[in-house]
């Protein structure tokens, strides 16, 4: 048997190989959902307002780097969405409480996004403040994940 057909049989399997795993991590990518978007957490599915929240998280995330880094922070949410987006508990979303305290963070968040960098570390913890305060009454899962952001 000639050399060329014993090195091209070696590394038959090998590329094969590489095929597999190549093409596996291509159509990984390819089902994942947009980046930015919050992924479900719960097997039966999650609220909008639950969804609304983590990508909330994600975004005060960012915008404690941007403060951090001395920037004035910019957000990429709709955060009025927290007045209308279907609740997982939708008697909880429609209580004299919630809105009380989603009007509150919509000011706090005004105030912070028209705030300039000299302010906006004081604001930002107004704005984390603003979410424990509704956690604590109404929704206290979360509030390990909020303590994250002070």
Avoid: W
């Amino acid at each position: 048997m000639p050399k060329h057909s014993s090195i091209t049989s070696r590394l038959r399997i090998p590329a094969v190989s590489l095929a597999f795993l190549l093409s596996g991590y291509l159509l990984s990518c390819a089902s994942q959902k947009a980046a930015g978007e919050p992924q479900p957490v719960n097997p039966n599915g999650d609220s909008e307002l639950a969804l609304l929240m983590r990508a909330m998280f994600d975004d005060a995330l960012l915008m404690k780097q941007q403060i951090e880094r001395g920037k004035a922070p910019r957000t990429g949410v709709d955060y009025d969405r927290i007045l209308t987006a279907q609740a997982t508990q939708p008697e909880k979303a429609a209580s004299v409480d919630y809105k009380v305290h989603a009007l509150s963070y919509l000011q706090t968040m005004k105030a912070l996004q028209e705030a300039d960098v000299a302010q906006a570390s004081q604001l930002f913890g107004n704005m984390v403040n603003s979410c424990m305060g509704c956690h604590q009454a109404l929704c206290p899962g979360p509030m390990v994940r909020i303590k994250k952001l002070y």
